[in-house]
């Protein structure tokens, strides 16, 4: 180990080029400031955004790059103005770690929607240094953008929540997808699916998994609780279940057609697509004719 080496005291995994291929790297966090949370890093969830960023999908990828926006651990160091955590907290960071705070977003607590907010890793923060994600011992972080977790909840469990499980809350909560007893279709049964599968059952949804095999069908109804499982590729059973369902929420990244999959909603259904395919083809005529249903991407 050389002595450069040695004095920096992040140890992380980092992607050198667009194989993606993790490897041992350490490197310097920024010191504490004062209104900042210095967290020891106990589990970092796993998420396509690391697959798509390590591998350069988007052609933006800075390299060394240090990936995870799943983030939680316990508080080791407080700045002198934190008022909100204090040494031994149980707590989470999530996809972007500094916004403009303020402009109507940061404002009205939404400040992953500011024209100026930063990603929690491969993005170019406020001091021109390149933010590193929580695949690392340690990350350094404003208090405005980290979450309290109640100190009896497993840390494992909540970091999941943190990307995957708010991408499917809010959109659930923001078109009523709560209400007991109405209907949701899940496409795929990846990170996002699960999360979906395990929110609509807490709202006392009739849930229904739709995915390409039935590779995942027990996995589905036996480990998740979901209501139905339905094989996408078997027209028989996409027919029976058509305009009988109220919500979709489409979480595949995976190109996939959209029109076999928004006949299944009633009319005024809506489809949520919180997925990332590379591309989104359907006909005009599913959204316009007959009070067809409400498309909405990731909102």
């Not at 920096?8 to 920024?30: E, I, T």
């Not at 770690?97 to 890793?121: I, M, P, Q, W």
């Not at 170019?124 to 009896?152: F, L, Q, W």
């Amino acid at each position: 180990m050389t002595s450069e080496t040695a004095s920096k005291d992040c140890l992380g995994w980092a992607a050198r080029d667009p194989s993606g291929v993790l490897s041992p790297y350490s490197f310097n966090r920024r010191a504490v400031g004062s209104d900042d949370v210095s967290i020891t890093i106990t589990h970092c969830g796993v998420c396509y955004a690391d697959v798509i960023w390590t591998r350069n999908k988007h052609g933006d990828s800075k390299y060394p790059l240090v990936p995870g926006h799943e983030i939680v651990g316990i508080v080791k160091e407080v700045g002198h103005n934190v008022s909100r955590f204090k040494v031994g907290d149980h707590v989470g960071v999530g996809t972007y770690v500094n916004s403009c705070r303020d402009c109507k977003y940061c404002n009205d607590g939404l400040e992953v929607h500011c024209a100026r907010s930063v990603y929690t890793f491969n993005a170019i923060d406020a001091d021109g240094t390149i933010t590193k994600g929580g695949y690392s011992s340690y990350i350094v972080v404003h208090e405005r953008y980290c979450y309290k977790i109640a100190n009896d909840y497993p840390l494992a469990l909540a970091a999941p929540l943190l990307c995957a499980g708010i991408t499917v809350y809010t959109p659930m909560m923001r078109h009523k997808m709560n209400q007991p007893g109405k209907s949701v279709g899940v496409i795929g049964l990846g990170g996002l699916g699960h999360m979906a599968v395990k929110f609509g059952k807490a709202f006392g949804l009739n849930v229904t998994v739709l995915s390409t095999s039935t590779s995942k069908k027990e996995e589905a109804l036996s480990l998740l609780g979901a209501d139905k499982f339905v094989v996408s590729s078997d027209l028989e059973q996409m027919k029976a279940l058509g305009k009988s369902l109220d919500f979709i929420i489409d979480t595949a990244s995976g190109d996939h057609p959209f029109d076999a999959y928004m006949s299944l909603l009633k009319v005024a259904g809506v489809y949520v697509l919180v997925g990332f395919p590379s591309e989104v083809k359907f006909s005009p005529a599913s959204l316009n004719i007959g009070n067809a249903p409400l498309f909405r991407f990731k909102s």
